[in-house]
């Protein structure tokens, strides 16, 4: 068996691995312009086979980093990067925030499984909005050729004010924009079904294709794909812990993510926390 190790880098990035297989590297302290609102991301995120499935600034929205969890408006300052939509438009504007990594609290690896968890303050200028406890969990099955990650977050609002969370959608009106919450921005080959009708999308309750799991409730859907070069393929599930939520996806510009809010703006009272709990798996079916 390849056991799990983390290695470090320079302070500001860790990278697991499963033997000499780089699983992921998680780079916690990000170089970024400030308008892409700075934020730890994974990247590459590779498969068993050894093939990249992320995409890290992609030159169409270079604010999509790969694999990160992130807020699309709270109370004025955007977490996501990029343009704010607001009732006015779909406009740049000097709102963005970061998110700034404070300390680690664990760190580890052994046999088959991972653990690393973090601290992190959400910030816009001096303003601290959110502190953050975060916990990454890596679980290894080599048989079945998949490997887990099972992401959860405590934000909790520190702001002093009310605040509330909103999205292109509620905010600006533009219909099915629901970019929040834990983000994952995929190799661009993965959803490229040249007319292939095992490459799809499906969801909880037997949905399938963009039109019917794009907005729908469900507590998982999944990505059945296949990359460019090595030709293998890929099953890519996302899976709330809590229940089902909302699914947001785009196919064309592969994207996935479970907005926290949808229709609506949320508010997180004064000392409020909001959770999040998601496993994201990744299955290798070698051709």
Known sequence: MNALRIEREANDAVSLYAGELLLFRYVYRPE?????????????????????LTNFRPNDHPWHHALCYTLNNVSG??????????????????????????????????????????????????????QEHRSIEVLL???????????????????????????PHSDGGLAGSHYCGLEFRAARAILDDHLDPTIKIVAEGG?????????????????????DTTLNRVVIRFENNTGPMHCFLRRDYPLAAFP????????????????????????????
């Not at 949905?207 to 990359?227: C, D, F, I, S, Y």
């Open 32 to 52: 970024l312009e400030a308008k892409e609102s700075p934020k730890p991301y994974f990247h590459p995120v590779n498969s068993l086979d050894g093939d990249t």
């Open 141 to 167: 099955n080599e048989k079945a050729k998949t490997w887990t990650l099972r992401f959860k977050s405590y934000l909790n609002n520190v702001s002093g004010r009310v605040l509330s969370l909103g999205n």
């Open 260 to 287: 926290m809010q949808f229709d609506t703006n949320q508010e997180i009272p004064i000392g409020g926390e909001y959770v999040v709990d998601h496993t994201l798996s990744f299955q290798s079916l070698t051709p």
């Open 77 to 130: 300052t955007n977490f996501w990067g990029g343009p704010t939509c607001l009732e006015d438009g779909y406009k740049w504007r000097d709102d963005h925030g970061s998110q700034v990594h404070m300390d680690w609290d664990q760190l580890y690896a052994q046999d088959d499984r991972a653990f690393l968890a973090h601290a992190l303050e959400w910030r816009r200028l001096d303003e601290v909005i959110f």
């Open 207 to 227: 949905l399938e294709g963009v039109e019917a799991v794009h907005g729908a409730p469900a507590r998982w859907m999944e990505w059945h794909g296949q990359l």
